[in-house]
């Protein structure tokens, strides 16, 4: 079944407590991206991936950290967790290139910091 | 830049009767547009998307989704509405950039009575 993965799905830690979320796909796509989802803000972009080991800033990075060693994977790095970046976070996947291929979303994760 | 709004924080139908949520969008050059819908404790899941040609675009679920350049405006309908289509809706517009981003729509929560 093609999917993407996020682990955990729910998160409460401690301000200043390094943190990483993965993210997986089975489908060999070629980008990848985080975004947050916060009440009346809809989603907004953190990171994405257009291949391996090409990554670049999206609307809102300040306080992440993104790497992509391998195709499938994409975790998200939070170095030092502060109380604003509570929120509930979905990888997503799509095939490369210009065309609009529709994104595939992990289940989403929701983090809390105290 | 591109954006999309949506106008309605929810809407509200009765079972069997149709429905309509609203998504006006602004974008320089052709828009690549898109309506995901997520369910409760579920990522976003694709809906149906326009690229170019036929105005009316027919998606999942019985779904379909209406482009109207003249009034920018990509609206989602369906005929008949079942209760089981209470969800979180929303649009989105493909950046028209080389990032592949999608940017999102503050969504719409579609109650349906029965």
């Known amino acids: 079944e093609a999917q993407v993965t996020q682990n955990p799905r729910y998160l409460i830690t401690v301000t200043g407590k390094k943190l990483t979320v993965t993210c997986s796909q089975n489908?060999?796509?070629?980008?990848m991206s985080w975004y947050r989802q916060d009440p009346g803000l809809g989603l907004r972009q953190i990171y994405y991936s257009m291949n391996v080991e090409v990554t670049d800033k999206g609307d809102v990075p300040e306080g992440y950290k993104v790497s992509r060693k391998e195709k499938r994977n994409f975790p998200l790095i939070l170095e030092s967790p502060s109380p604003n970046q509570t929120s509930l976070y979905f990888c997503?996947?799509?095939?490369?290139?210009?065309?609009?291929?529709?994104?595939?979303f992990g289940p989403g994760t929701r983090l809390t910091v105290t | 830049a591109q954006s999309v709004a949506q106008p309605e924080d929810q809407v509200n139908v009765a079972e069997g009767n149709p429905l309509t949520v609203k998504c006006t969008y602004s974008?320089?050059?052709?828009?690549?547009l898109f309506w995901y819908v997520q369910y409760p404790n579920r990522g976003l899941q694709f809906l149906l998307k326009?690229?170019?040609?036929?105005?009316l675009v027919k998606g999942s679920y019985g779904f379909e989704a209406e482009f109207n350049k003249s009034q920018t405006s990509f609206h989602l309908k369906k005929p008949s509405a079942l209760v089981s289509d209470s969800a979180l809706y929303f649009c989105?517009?493909?950046?028209?950039?080389?990032?592949?981003?999608?940017?999102f729509g503050t969504g719409t929560l579609l109650a349906v009575q029965p």
């Open positions: 489908m060999n796509h070629e980008y």
């Open positions: 326009y690229i170019t040609g036929d105005n």
């Open positions: 989105a517009v493909e950046d028209g950039g080389a990032t592949n981003k999608l940017i």
């Open positions: 997503a996947s799509r095939r490369g290139g210009s065309l609009p291929y529709e994104q595939y």
């Open positions: 974008v320089s050059g052709n828009p690549y």
